[in-house]
């Protein structure tokens, strides 16, 4: 069992001696496609569990995108995921059992304009071969001219494979991701 | 090669009862950062049942858009709200001497990027609910100021609330 200590600076406390935890590995801007993937992260071995934190919109012609996240290439049946979802309405929760998507969480083209969608998805323990990957997600698109939804998920990887690559894609879309998106990757020491 | 990142950029641990708490010259203090992250701990000074809402606004302009889903005890509720001057996020009251204060956490992405509205995933928590949602200020402006203030006038943000800003490049 693992459990994510992020120790914050409190500016009334001198630091104490543990150093830095959380680094920005690097960043992806998106130029073309609507796929983006971070790969060899297998080789960050100095980091115990790894952070992305997104800006993201379609250029589709149409208003609410769906972000999918898919591990190590794998498109089958590997997944399950829970989520609680909050919309203008009401509230409710999903279960998926492929690679997991959030409905409604990137705006596209035909949505408000200059609006992005955000996200900040956590995968712990994520070079362990002896535990399947819990992937924690908190998603959110406030965009106009379509249903504007939040996600907090938790999906779990039906293999104990280590992490190698992340995958996130717009699903079932024709267009790109927009000049103004990016997705940054971040490691946490543990 | 990896950037330590996640700084603590300013932080204000109230003293004694404040009407306003306010982060100022961002432009400044926050250069080079892609990310801003709030975290607060805070309680009002009023004595009315329940919570109180404290208001958060960027740059004193511009209007938000919100939608937010609730979990209390017994039920969960969601809220939105369209073309308002500023944000309410509601906190624990000092109704019957009550010290519990309520936490909240907004993650403000690309706070300066003038390409773009600025989108937020927010959360506040007490011991009575808990409530998560996204939030869009609706200019392209880089936000240079966060402000906060308890939206009654005779109250305000109690003696020993905190407030810490931090700064996540990218």
């Given at each position: 069992m693992s459990f994510i200590l992020l120790g914050i600076l409190n500016s009334q406390v001198t630091a104490a001696a543990?150093?830095?935890?959380y680094d920005l590995i690097e960043t992806t801007t998106a130029t073309s496609g609507g796929s983006i993937t971070f790969s060899n992260v297998n080789n960050l071995t100095d980091y115990k569990h790894l952070q992305i934190r997104y800006v993201a919109r379609g250029t589709e012609a149409n208003t609410g995108g769906t972000i999918g996240i898919r591990l190590n290439g794998v498109t089958a049946s590997d997944y399950s995921s829970h989520s609680i979802i909050g919309s203008p309405s009401t509230s409710g929760s999903a279960d998926f059992t492929t690679y997991f998507f959030a409905n409604d969480t990137i705006p596209l083209g035909s949505s408000t304009t200059s609006a992005f969608g955000v996200g900040i998805i956590e995968f712990t323990d994520?070079?362990?071969?002896?535990k399947h990957k819990v992937i924690r997600a908190w998603l959110g698109n406030q965009a106009l001219g379509g249903t504007r939804n939040f996600y907090l998920t938790g999906m779990l990887t039906n293999t104990t494979a280590a992490i190698s690559s992340i995958n996130l894609f717009i699903v079932g879309t024709s267009g790109n991701y927009a000049t103004g998106t990016r997705f940054s990757l971040y490691g946490i020491k543990g | 090669m990896p950037t330590p990142t996640y700084d603590l950029l300013a932080s204000t641990v109230l003293g004694s009862n404040t009407a306003t708490v306010n982060f100022t010259n961002l432009g400044t203090v926050a250069a080079g950062y892609r990310d801003l992250v709030l975290v607060c701990m805070a309680r009002s000074s009023g004595t009315s049942s329940g919570n109180e809402a404290l208001l958060l606004d960027f740059n004193s302009t511009g209007a938000f858009d919100a939608t937010s889903s609730a979990w209390d005890t017994s039920s969960t509720s969601s809220q939105t709200s369209s073309g308002s001057s500023k944000i309410e996020n509601y906190i624990r009251t000092s109704q019957s001497s009550n010290t519990t204060p309520s936490f909240l956490i907004f993650h403000i992405f690309d706070f300066a990027q003038t390409n773009k509205h600025k989108t937020v995933l927010r959360r506040y928590d007490s011991s009575t609910y808990s409530w998560w949602g996204v939030f869009r200020w609706n200019q392209t402006s880089a936000i240079t100021s966060i402000n906060l203030d308890v939206e009654g006038t005779s109250t305000d943000i109690v003696a020993g609330s905190t407030f810490y800003l931090y700064g996540i490049v990218s």
């Amino acid at each position: 069992m693992s459990f994510i200590l992020l120790g914050i600076l409190n500016s009334q406390v001198t630091a104490a001696a543990g150093g830095p935890a959380y680094d920005l590995i690097e960043t992806t801007t998106a130029t073309s496609g609507g796929s983006i993937t971070f790969s060899n992260v297998n080789n960050l071995t100095d980091y115990k569990h790894l952070q992305i934190r997104y800006v993201a919109r379609g250029t589709e012609a149409n208003t609410g995108g769906t972000i999918g996240i898919r591990l190590n290439g794998v498109t089958a049946s590997d997944y399950s995921s829970h989520s609680i979802i909050g919309s203008p309405s009401t509230s409710g929760s999903a279960d998926f059992t492929t690679y997991f998507f959030a409905n409604d969480t990137i705006p596209l083209g035909s949505s408000t304009t200059s609006a992005f969608g955000v996200g900040i998805i956590e995968f712990t323990d994520f070079l362990s071969t002896s535990k399947h990957k819990v992937i924690r997600a908190w998603l959110g698109n406030q965009a106009l001219g379509g249903t504007r939804n939040f996600y907090l998920t938790g999906m779990l990887t039906n293999t104990t494979a280590a992490i190698s690559s992340i995958n996130l894609f717009i699903v079932g879309t024709s267009g790109n991701y927009a000049t103004g998106t990016r997705f940054s990757l971040y490691g946490i020491k543990g | 090669m990896p950037t330590p990142t996640y700084d603590l950029l300013a932080s204000t641990v109230l003293g004694s009862n404040t009407a306003t708490v306010n982060f100022t010259n961002l432009g400044t203090v926050a250069a080079g950062y892609r990310d801003l992250v709030l975290v607060c701990m805070a309680r009002s000074s009023g004595t009315s049942s329940g919570n109180e809402a404290l208001l958060l606004d960027f740059n004193s302009t511009g209007a938000f858009d919100a939608t937010s889903s609730a979990w209390d005890t017994s039920s969960t509720s969601s809220q939105t709200s369209s073309g308002s001057s500023k944000i309410e996020n509601y906190i624990r009251t000092s109704q019957s001497s009550n010290t519990t204060p309520s936490f909240l956490i907004f993650h403000i992405f690309d706070f300066a990027q003038t390409n773009k509205h600025k989108t937020v995933l927010r959360r506040y928590d007490s011991s009575t609910y808990s409530w998560w949602g996204v939030f869009r200020w609706n200019q392209t402006s880089a936000i240079t100021s966060i402000n906060l203030d308890v939206e009654g006038t005779s109250t305000d943000i109690v003696a020993g609330s905190t407030f810490y800003l931090y700064g996540i490049v990218s």
